[in-house]
């Protein structure tokens, strides 16, 4: 069988505190109250370095960060973030692919926004900038789908938009002759672990579409995280492979991708290809 083997991780949430002055006069002071009193003592960090090690001996074709880098977007957690991913992009290399979260995109602070875009772009080994997104990316056997749904929004949600624009950019891409098993890589699950639709606080506006693209079967899964519990939905939908928390739960998902006997693009997309599991540090 030939094997096409992702390791796929999310919400490291790298806090750094203290911040810039102007992070005491946005929705960065909800957030770093949120840390201090409640996810300073979940967060584990030193679970990145760890995996890192662990992820190399699992000899991945491809390695996927669904967002979340850090906890409020400040510049200092961007650095802080790469700083302790440095031993796994070191051997990772251009196989490793990140999209950002809704708390890399947290405020509309000018230097938090260039702070993710300079992130993103390096991390993505230069190839392409966020603005570019969505983006196809073809690989041996499989075609990943990078899409940015993370923005800026009020105080009280957590939530993301499926944006018409990037709908009619998604659109197009779909409609391509398909060069692979096609995979979308997204921030935000379509659906809760059982298949219900995530609480209006936590949900993405437009989740619907991708649920309707996906049950047609113009994807094979979507790679995500946003929610730290880990989960697989293999619902009436598709497959959804959430890999939750590194930080916090020390999950992860391995999924391997059968490509032996790839004839046509109905069976280049379809999640029965696909054999997923969720594990931990």
């Not at 190399?56 to 074709?61: C, E, G, K, W």
């Not at 995500?224 to 890999?243: E, K, Y």
């Amino acid at each position: 069988m030939r094997r096409f083997r992702i390791v796929h991780f999310s919400d490291l949430h790298a806090g750094e505190f203290p911040f810039s002055h102007s992070g005491w006069l946005d929705k960065r002071l909800l957030g770093r109250a949120n840390f201090l009193l409640f996810r300073r003592r979940q967060v584990r960090l030193p679970r990145i370095t760890q995996a890192a090690e662990l992820f190399a001996s699992l000899q991945p074709d491809l390695v996927l960060c669904t967002g979340d880098l850090t906890c409020v977007s400040d510049p200092g957690e961007f650095a802080r973030a790469e700083q302790m991913l440095a031993p796994l992009l070191e051997w990772a290399g251009d196989k490793f692919f990140y999209v950002p979260g809704n708390h890399d995109a947290y405020v509309r602070n000018e230097q938090c926004r260039r702070a993710l875009a300079e992130t993103f772009y390096r991390l993505n080994g230069k190839r392409f900038e966020l603005p570019e997104l969505p983006q196809a990316v073809p690989l041996d056997g499989v075609e990943m789908l990078l899409l940015n749904s993370a923005e800026p929004r009020s105080w009280l949600s957590s939530g993301g938009s499926f944006a018409p624009a990037a709908q009619q950019r998604l659109e197009e891409l779909l409609a391509q002759p398909c060069r692979g098993v096609r995979l979308l890589v997204n921030h935000f699950p379509v659906q809760t672990a059982d298949g219900g639709e995530l609480p209006w606080r936590r949900r993405m506006d437009g989740a619907g579409i991708l649920r309707q693209w996906q049950a047609a079967g113009r994807f094979a899964a979507l790679f995500c995280g946003h929610i730290h519990r880990p989960f697989l939905a293999d619902t009436a939908v598709g497959l959804q492979v959430c890999a939750g928390s590194l930080s916090i739960h020390g999950s992860y998902s391995v999924s391997d991708i059968n490509l032996s006997g790839q004839a046509n693009a109905t069976t280049a997309t379809a999640k029965e290809l696909i054999n997923a599991t969720i594990s931990g540090l």
